[in-house]
Structure formats: C-alpha cells, structure tokens
T-cell receptor, first 109, second 113 residues
Framework: DAKTTQPNSMESNEEEPVHLPCNHS???????IHWYRQLPSQGPEYVIH???SNVNNRMASLAIAEDRKSSTLILHRATLRDAAVYYC??????????FGDGTTLTVKP | NAGVTQTPKFQVLKTGQSMTLQCAQDMNHNSMYWYRQDPGMGLRLIYYSASEGTTDKGEVPNGYNVSRLNKREFSLRLESAAPSQTSVYFCALRPGQLNSPLHFGNGTRLTVT
C-alpha cells in the first residue's frame, strides 16, 4: 500500500491562506488522492479528491504535483472552524483506505 | 452525520465482557467499514464489507468479529473486551462507484476497564 507523509502540525492566522502538504511517493498510477478532515469529537469528513489535475470545490483546492509524488491542500482563507486534523489518503481500488496520523491545523485569531 | 447511525454513543465495559457495536445506514451504499481511533492517532481499519454477506479483514482485526446480514447494517462484536480495545470506533460508508468518498458516523466511545 502507498504510504503518506504529512507534517504533524501547522499553524495559520485567521483569514490567511493555508497550504497543507502531503508526500505520497509510492502511490500507484491509478490511485486518487483523497483528503479528509476531522473536527474535534466528530468523524472524519470528506474534503476533496483528485488524480492528476488540480481540483477546486467550495471547501478547498487540491494541487497535485506533475509526478504525483506529492499534493497540497489549499484553504484559501482559514477560519477558526477550519481547525482540525487533515488526512491525505491514497485511495486504493480495494477500498482499504488507511489513515495516517494527519496534520493538526491550529488557526489563530 | 445524517445517514449513518452508530449505537451506542458511549459504553464502559469490564475486561472480559462482550458487546456489539451497531452501525445502520439509510444511504443505500454498498460498502461499509469499521475503524478504530486511539487517542491522538489516526484511524485504523478493522474490517470492511464490500457488499451484503461479504466481509474482509483490515489492518487490525484481532479481537473483533463483524456481521453484514443485510445492506443496511454492519455490526462489530467484541467477544472478550480488553483494555487495549479502549478507543473510539467509527463506522463509514461508501457507494459502489470507483473512488467515491467515505461517509463517517459520529463514533462510539468505548472504555474497557
């Protein structure tokens, strides 16, 4: 299974952009990259996913490196409600999605 | 997290006791999953079910059994609880379409003393 590496923690100021990196150098050619976030005392929630092209939705943007060995989740204007643990996951066809420890994002007012 | 109902929300067990965690969905999704999350850690897959009547082991299946008797429900059973099974247990769903996202319940907090 592909492994991911994410920083343990990051900090941001409110209303500033945040770039959350993820390395997935062993990802297979057909694995999508999924991102989830987990707010305190809740289950994870889906944020965004992509394969090769950059993707945008109402929550965030996802920038995928040309060699697909890394990706970056972009929150354009961080709010206090964005404070959470963010997980980057290569999505295997077998459905055995494995979550690492993620990145804990702290947003300062 | 409407669509995924986990019961109970909280449970305290003594070592050796048994219990079943229930997960029910009203989203008509094919695949269902059980994860555990220890304090400060990520989620680890215990078991999953790609469809009614089928189940497969995940990363950490020891000490657990599962049952998927119908499309709507996926239960997780601890036959003889141990303190190492103290954790938060999450049920998740996924439609059958390729690369569709997971949809999680709010979890069951289990403490084994």
């Amino acid at each position: 299974d592909a492994k991911t590496t994410q920083p343990n923690s990051m900090e941001s100021n409110e209303e500033e952009p945040v770039h959350l990196p993820c390395n997935h150098s062993t990802i297979s050619g057909t694995d999508y990259i999924h991102w989830y976030r987990q707010l305190p005392s809740q289950g994870p929630e889906y944020v965004i996913h992509g394969l090769t092209s950059n993707v945008n939705n109402r929550m965030a943007s996802l920038a995928i490196a040309e060699d697909r060995k890394s990706s970056t989740l972009i929150l354009h204007r961080a709010t206090l409600r964005d404070a959470a643990v963010y997980y980057c996951i290569p999505y295997t066809n077998a459905g055995k999605s494995t979550f690492g420890d993620g990145t804990t994002l702290t947003v300062k007012p | 997290n409407a669509g995924v109902t986990q019961t109970p929300k909280f449970q305290v067990l003594k070592t050796g006791q048994s219990m079943t965690l229930q997960c029910a969905q009203d989203m008509n999704h094919n695949s269902m999953y059980w994860y555990r999350q220890d304090p400060g850690m990520g989620l680890r897959l215990i078991y999953y079910s790609a469809s009614e009547g089928t189940t497969d082991k995940g990363e950490v299946p020891n000490g657990y059994n599962v049952s998927r008797l119908n499309k709507r429900e996926f239960s997780l059973r601890l036959e003889s609880a141990a303190p190492s099974q103290t954790s938060v247990y999450f049920c998740a769903l996924r439609p059958g379409q390729l690369n569709s996202p997971l949809h999680f319940g709010n979890g069951t907090r289990l403490t084994v003393t």
